[in-house]
């Protein structure tokens, strides 16, 4: 029997780049959040002068943000000079 080239041959959903790419980002995401929703008590903060109350997932929320903005413009960095 003869295949016809209509059908392309598909690769496997784990075998593609960008899921095998993007699956370690996702799974360390949701540890980080389920750890940083699960820490409710509340801490003292010193920012330079000033001594902030706030609950602590709010304090690793932000932290977390941080290091994810600092984690995209860096990639998105070396993109554009390659």
């Known amino acids: 029997m003869v295949q016809s080239?209509?059908?392309k041959a598909r690769t496997?959903?784990?075998s593609?780049?960008?899921?095998r790419r993007l699956a370690p980002f996702v799974v360390t995401t949701a540890i980080a959040l389920?750890?940083?929703f699960e820490n409710r008590a509340s801490v003292e903060i010193r920012l330079l002068v000033p001594t902030?109350?706030?609950?602590l997932w709010g304090a690793l929320l932000i932290a977390w943000g941080l290091g994810m903005l600092a984690c995209f413009?860096?990639?998105h960095r070396r993109s554009r000079r390659h």
């Open 5 to 7: 080239n209509d059908h």
């Open 52 to 55: 902030v109350t706030m609950p």
């Open 34 to 36: 389920i750890f940083i």
């Open 73 to 75: 413009l860096s990639v």
């Open 16 to 19: 593609r780049p960008g899921v």
């Open 12 to 14: 496997p959903f784990l």
